[in-house]
């Protein structure tokens, strides 16, 4: 079993930066490979980023990519989504995942976290 609870969440503006954290507790979190998703009002939760569970391998969705970075720790059982050049479209609920198989579709993943709010004002 596996817990996730998300932080670092708020509100920043246009081109400011915000680093999200997904602390896990289970001790077999270090082999599940993490994803990071974010759903905006009355849209679906899509793909943001993942990561293998070595940290070795990662891939983002074309809307991030060159702005996010996800990243790893796993003797902190953590793995963080450093969030730069932020725009009003990336207004969202932002939710960390864990999955046994490597994935970007949302239905793939075994455990989910509550979810922590970024809001970005134009």
């Known amino acids: 079993q596996v817990q996730l609870v998300e932080s670092g969440g708020g509100l920043v503006q246009a081109g400011g930066s915000l680093r999200l954290s997904c602390a896990a507790s289970g001790r077999t979190f270090s082999r599940y490979h993490t994803g990071w998703f974010r759903q905006a009002p009355g849209k679906e939760r899509e793909f943001v980023a993942r990561?293998?569970?070595?940290?070795?391998?990662?891939y983002y969705a074309d809307s991030v990519k060159g702005r996010f970075t996800i990243s790893r720790d796993n003797a902190k059982v953590t793995v963080y989504l450093q969030m730069n050049s932020l725009k009003p479209e990336d207004t969202a609920v932002y939710y960390c995942?864990?999955?046994?198989?490597?994935?970007?579709?949302?239905?793939?993943?075994?455990?989910w976290g509550q979810g922590t709010q970024v809001t970005v004002s134009s």
């Open positions: 990561i293998t569970w070595t940290g070795g391998n990662t």
């Open positions: 995942a864990a999955a046994s198989t490597l994935s970007a579709v949302a239905s793939r993943y075994d455990y």
